[in-house]
């Protein structure tokens, strides 16, 4: 109890400024002190929370810009699995062509030798067949 306050009966009190009180003045500021801190604290924890919604908002942000990215990647990732199956494809058929092409030239080889063995076989008996008639 303060000095100053003066206990009136029935735990009234007087105050500095004798006005009637029910609660002793070193009570009264403490209250009002309590009140203070706890509307510092309420104030604080606002703004924590507003922070927090921030930063949530924020991060929701982020992980949706971050989904999208992602799915972009995956996009982008099929997209050179189907060009590479295409690749190997492609690349197939013209190692197929390639044997084919090959053959076709050792057929026309084979040919053009045959042909020329007959063209010999020809000029030949055409030699004999004019020297023949010659004698």
Do not use: W
Not at 14 to 36: A, C, G, Q, W, Y
Not at 82 to 103: N, P
Not at 111 to 125: H, K, N, S
Request: hydrophobic share 35%; proline share 1%; glycine share 2%.
């Amino acid at each position: 109890m303060a000095e100053d306050d003066v206990q009136a009966p029935g735990n009234l009190h007087f105050d500095d400024l004798n006005k009637l009180r029910v609660l002793p003045s070193d009570v009264i500021d403490e209250t009002t002190s309590l009140r203070d801190e706890c509307k510092g604290f309420v104030e604080h924890f606002e703004e924590y929370q507003k922070l927090v919604s921030k930063f949530t908002d924020l991060m929701r942000d982020l992980s949706k810009e971050v989904e999208a990215q992602k799915m972009k990647a995956v996009g982008s990732c099929n997209l050179l699995k189907t060009m590479r199956k295409q690749r190997d494809t492609q690349q197939q058929k013209l190692k197929e062509l390639i044997v084919e092409k090959t053959l076709q030239l050792e057929r026309c080889k084979v040919e053009a030798d045959e042909l020329q063995r007959q063209e010999e076989e020809q000029r030949d008996f055409v030699e004999q067949f004019a020297s023949s008639k010659m004698t």
